[in-house]
């Protein structure tokens, strides 16, 4: 009997927002910072039917009944479990991914929960390390810089990661984990002298996800040149998509109802913090270093309906800014922006003013556009410069989806450009008539990466405006992006997989990004060269190029490249297989298969089983 995946459900339940859901069934009224109704599930005259929007639950203190949304449409519409998460799912555009209950699936959902036990182990284990070792006296002192505590540290259980991880290894054997299970956590990663901590030296933060369960971490470098990546992630495995986490929501859930459903999104975790604990702002999150999601806006819009943009006053600030506004004013999330003093961020501020300053200006945020438009008139001068802004301006305006607000919105920028209203009202409309009207691309797949934006800079004089050009990246396979990754910063790698081109062409052809690869082996842009970097990345394709677009040509030394070529061509080589069973397995589940058929694909699938299992 098919079931729905466990990583399909949790989409879904993320999906959902109990507010929206029971609102859909019966007429909520809003009570402080919960809702309340007459329970539908027995007789009564006086409301003791509440839900929670911080908790996502609902409750009747009256009967006693309470639970989630997928609870709440079981209940009324008397459905069973799978049923009634399939109807959330189509009320959020969710695809349900269904697969055979087997011996597979079970130990996949084994498999998370023991990397959710190991993250938690090496947590502890690396906040440890940060209070008690003599190695990180330089972690401490960098804390005490930034005025970070003892009690800050435990609060969010910051840590440092040791260069030596043998220690880790002997505390994960006591506790019975294998290096298996942290090479799975990705606390580990194989390179080609064997496995090595993927954090090394870094201060540590964490990653809850909001049930509060440590899914991965972040890494912050400690020295200066020790590596070109200030901060590292953990790679995506079974618990951790960083594309849908936002840093401290497990502790603002609360907090953000509280504050009427108000959230502060900063840039990064050290914001976040001091936010929390320096300012006494505990509704405030961030992503992880990569660009805000639709996954992270319909996220929040769970639990607010507003957000106040905490972001740097430069202009790095202000593109960042325009990102997020966008994802959340598109999820129906009013946005304001927070203008913070020159050159200072949310940590420099309250040291240098206190936290009342940061309270103040967070107090004195204004609707994104309104100070956007102004931002945007004090650095025109000429009239053609403040004449280029209207359809920008108007652009930005479209992604509001509350006709009210919008209209609002158009109202007051049509004041600040000095423009015709209804013109600017036309043009606005105009714009979201040729949204609808565009072709739609393809719901995203599982493991697809989030649609990332490029926004050209503000058209100077004499230059057209064009519209924000909106790139899919693909998503490379992992191994795929190794060997990319490593034939770009070293040419010597570029040469030994040039000579292994023939067996390369099945993983090129299988493997996500292979293109990518033959493309770059008939180029072989040099190492460190920019230049060629640049030309090679512009005869690629838009979305794969955009797929690249975080990866260094930095020259790098390998210590055996002759092995790190052999290692990276057998796993590309497994890999390949795996995706061949996997497309065979498609076939054979196809409603038109013949007999003949079946028998021919299911020898081939155990053929290349052998094959896999030979080596």
């Known amino acids: 009997m098919p079931r729905i995946t466990e990583e399909c459900v949790a989409r879904i339940k993320d999906s959902a927002d109990v507010v929206e859901i029971v609102g859909r069934y019966i007429q909520l009224r809003r009570a402080g910072n919960a809702w309340k109704a007459c329970c539908p599930f027995h007789n009564e005259k006086t409301p003791s039917f509440s839900v929670n929007p911080a908790r996502q639950t609902f409750k009747c203190f009256g009967c006693g009944v309470g639970g989630d949304a997928v609870k709440f449409i079981m209940m009324f519409e008397n459905l069973d479990y799978p049923t009634a998460l399939r109807r959330v799912a189509d009320m959020n555009g969710i695809p349900v991914v269904e697969e055979e209950e087997n011996p597979e699936a079970a130990r996949r959902r084994w498999l998370r929960s023991r990397v959710v036990e190991a993250n938690k182990l090496a947590a502890e284990y690396y906040h440890r390390q940060l209070c008690r070792s003599r190695e990180a006296d330089h972690v401490r002192d960098y804390l005490r810089k930034r005025r970070f505590n003892i009690d800050i540290a435990k609060a969010w259980q910051l840590g440092w990661a040791p260069p030596n991880f043998r220690p880790l290894l002997q505390e994960a054997a006591a506790a019975n984990m294998d290096q298996r299970l942290l090479l799975e956590a990705n606390l580990l990663g194989n390179g080609a002298r064997g496995s090595y901590p993927v954090f090394r030296d870094r201060l540590m933060f964490p990653i809850h996800n909001v049930r509060g369960e440590v899914v991965g971490f972040s890494g912050r470098i400690m020295a200066d040149g020790q590596d070109p990546r200030k901060y590292v992630n953990t790679a995506e495995t079974v618990a951790f998509r960083k594309g849908e986490l936002l840093f401290g929501l497990h502790k603002a859930t609360g907090p953000i109802a509280k504050a009427g459903m108000t ?117 025109a001068r000429e009239s053609n410069d403040r004449a280029s802004l209207i359809p920008r301006m108007a652009e930005l305006a479209a992604e509001i989806t509350d006709s009210i607000r919008r209209g609002v919105a158009v109202t007051d920028l049509a004041s600040r450009l000095n423009t015709g209203l209804e013109d600017l009202r036309l043009t606005v409309e105009e714009i979201i008539r040729s949204r609808k009207n565009a072709p739609q691309s393809p719901p995203h797949a599982k493991d697809e990466p989030d649609e990332e934006d490029e926004y050209p800079d503000v058209p100077s004089t004499g230059t057209t405006y064009s519209p924000p050009v909106r790139i899919q990246p693909i998503r490379l396979h992992p191994t795929m992006r190794n060997l990319i990754s490593h034939a770009a910063c070293n040419a010597e790698v570029q040469h030994q997989l040039v000579e292994r081109i023939e067996e390369l062409q099945e993983p090129i052809s299988l493997l996500a990004g292979g293109p990518i690869l033959q493309r770059m082996l008939e180029k072989l842009p040099s190492p460190g060269d920019s230049a060629a970097w640049t030309d090679f990345l512009q005869t690629l394709p838009p979305e794969q190029s955009a797929a690249l677009r975080d990866m260094s040509n930095a020259p790098m030394d390998f210590p055996d490249t002759l092995a790190l070529t052999e290692q990276a061509c057998a796993r590309a080589a497994r890999d390949a297989i795996e995706a061949r069973i996997d497309l065979l397995k498609s076939r054979l589940n196809a409603s038109n298969v013949t007999a003949e058929e079946f028998y021919q694909l299911t020898a081939r699938i155990t053929e290349l089983r052998r094959l896999l299992n030979a080596e």
């Open 263 to 379: 959230v502060v999104v900063c840039e990064g975790q050290i914001d976040v913090i001091v936010c929390h604990e320096k300012a006494d702002i505990r509704n405030a999150v961030a992503g992880l270093g990569t660009a805000f999601t639709d996954e992270h806006a319909a996220m929040l819009r769970k639990y607010a309906k507003k957000a106040i943009l905490c972001y740097d006053g430069d202009n790095a600030g202000i593109k960042a800014s325009e990102k997020t506004y966008r994802k959340l004013a598109a999820a129906g999330i009013e946005v304001y922006l927070a203008t913070l003093p020159p050159g200072e961020d949310p940590d420099s501020l309250v040291c240098t003013h206190g936290p009342e300053a940061l309270q103040q200006v967070l107090s004195e945020a204004r609707p994104y556009l309104e100070v956007r438009a102004g931002i945007e008139l004090q650095s």
